[in-house]
């Protein structure tokens, strides 16, 4: 994975640690955090290899053997893009052969990569997502995955599967629920609809707000303010976890259900889910130019 520029837009240093070939890690000693940077290719999604390597990186924040972690922030290396999600080109293939052990498969390694977040790594970590982009479907399940979710006002985040006859299945549900109630988690992921950080911040969804190109200064804000009340935030968030957990067994149950309707779409289905994929593709190369 070529690099990203590490050094602008954080008030401290921070150093990449040992890469993978779709994320890039830095560390911040003076803050005790880990960005995890993220990159698909050969379009910004949770690509196979994505995947596994995210649940190798949580595997050994849960070690942390090389150094001492607090924080870990989930960002990306895409410009205007957090992530968008599922691989909807490999769930074309697998729907088309009928392959629910590949479909089931994918699934596991989508839950498998994100709940170590959940969690907190067995540590007490604290996940936050920085949202400087659009964050679709899996996309946006993985910010809600976290324990806070700041993004800046440019922003838009959603859940669009069902636009294609589909749910989101590894995790909204249970994450967007938690927070804003079962009945509202419904109406959002019905609807279909790409919402600004504003909206979804006066729905109580995203947490904090900050402005165009000041995500990384908000994390460090945020990582400031926690550091004050570290011992009862850390408290309050083992009550909210004993009384309403988010167990991995949920989460696999669920996408179980998800794999059967994915299974059942139509050819009007996957066409619509293959004109997602075109303009999902071509929105980086314009931003890139």
């Not at 989460?251 to 009007?268: E, P, Q, S």
Request: proline share 4%.
């Amino acid at each position: 994975m070529e690099n990203v520029e590490i050094s602008e837009g954080f008030p401290t240093q921070v150093v990449p640690c040992p890469t993978y070939s779709q994320l890039l890690i830095c560390h911040d000693s003076n803050y005790q955090a880990d960005w995890c940077f993220m990159k698909g290719k050969p379009r910004p999604c949770f690509t196979p290899t994505m995947l596994s390597e995210l649940t190798h990186y949580a595997n050994h924040l849960a070690v942390q053997a090389d150094r001492e972690v607090r924080y870990m922030v989930q960002a990306s290396s895409v410009p205007g893009i957090f992530n968008y999600g599922g691989d909807l080109n490999l769930f074309r293939q697998l729907i088309l052969a009928k392959d629910r052990e590949g479909l089931l498969s994918y699934a596991r390694s989508c839950i498998n990569a994100i709940y170590g977040g959940v969690i907190h790594f067995t540590r007490e970590i604290t996940s936050i997502a920085l949202v400087e982009g659009d964050a679709l479907g899996g996309g946006f399940e993985c910010a809600l995955a976290c324990d806070v979710i700041i993004a800046e006002k440019s922003a838009r985040l959603g859940l669009p599967e069902i636009l294609f006859n589909l749910f989101p299945g590894m995790g909204a549900y249970s994450f967007l629920s938690r927070r804003i109630g079962s009945s509202k988690a419904q109406r959002l992921i019905e609807g279909g609809v790409i919402y600004t950080a504003q909206e979804l911040y006066n729905m109580g969804v995203v947490d904090y707000l900050a402005e165009e190109g000041q995500g990384k200064t908000a994390v460090y804000d945020y990582i400031r303010k926690e550091n004050k009340f570290r011992n009862g935030l850390m408290a309050i968030r083992e009550v909210k976890k004993y009384l309403d957990p988010v167990s991995y067994e949920e989460l696999i149950h669920i996408t179980g259900i998800w794999v059967d309707a994915a299974l059942r779409l139509t050819d009007r289905d996957l066409r619509m889910m293959d004109r997602l994929v075109s303009r999902q593709t071509a929105k980086p190369a314009e931003k890139l130019g």
